[in-house]
């Protein structure tokens, strides 16, 4: 099976549709899949979900599809940095689901591992809990929280063998296995793609069988969200 497409926009067709639920990798602008965002952008689909740690930043990474208003709804953490995010926000023009950091990777996590829900402690007593049920377990009480599982999702690797066997590079693997694990149809980004087998097996950090389609961007732009640099002596 030929999981290797020639572009951005060749490995979306067929597989993004308006009004689905998308996962999009990236915890900033570390490791997102910098050119299947501009490729969702440049295919216009409309009413999108989009599950993500965060939004970008105003025009770039998935702030471009706020910009272009494709997004009816984020799933996030963290929605700071972003203006445009803000203002559909206050305004009513945009739908927020706030979701702990934590729990937003192990509803990805569980949704890969095929488990519907579990329980957390994680915002019991706040409005994270309402309207959730409550069970008690040993004394404590838990919120139980439903798992995710994107119709598709957009993640960034640094190395695929033609399997989809990746390698992740450093702080840019953070959201990106476990989007990757909950997508029913995953597609990937990397910078290199070597011949199955050339990955050592130990240093697989995500097994092919969790990847469908494979696409090269070897110089991505990775833009640093906020700069900050030592003064001089």
Do not use: W
């Amino acid at each position: 099976m030929n999981k290797i497409y020639p572009s951005a926009a060749a490995a979306l067709e067929g597989v993004v549709q308006d009004d689905q639920l998308l996962a999009v990798g990236g915890f900033g602008l570390c490791g997102i899949p910098e050119a299947l965002i501009d490729a969702l952008q440049a295919s216009g689909k409309q009413n999108l979900t989009v599950i993500s740690n965060n939004a970008g930043v105003d025009g770039f990474g998935l702030g471009k599809l706020l910009s272009t208003r494709q997004i009816k709804k984020m799933i996030s953490s963290y929605v700071g940095e972003n203006k445009e995010f803000e203002r559909q926000y206050l305004a009513g023009e945009l739908q927020l689901e706030f979701t702990p950091q934590g729990t937003l990777a192990e509803k990805l996590r569980a949704g890969g591992a095929g488990i519907p829900a579990f329980f957390t402690k994680t915002g019991v007593g706040t409005i994270v809990a309402e309207g959730k049920e409550l069970r008690e377990f040993d004394g404590h009480t838990y919120v139980m929280e439903r798992s995710l599982a994107p119709d598709v999702s957009l993640v960034k690797a640094y190395v695929a063998d033609k399997s989809g066997n990746l390698q992740f590079r450093r702080t840019a693997r953070n959201f990106n296995p476990n989007v990757a694990m909950a997508g029913k149809i995953t597609i990937v980004e990397v910078e290199k793609i070597v011949e199955t087998g050339e990955i050592d097996p130990d240093q697989v950090h995500l097994p092919g069988i969790f990847v469908h389609r494979i696409v090269l961007n070897a110089t991505p732009e990775k833009r640093i969200e906020q700069r900050t640099v030592r003064k001089s002596a």
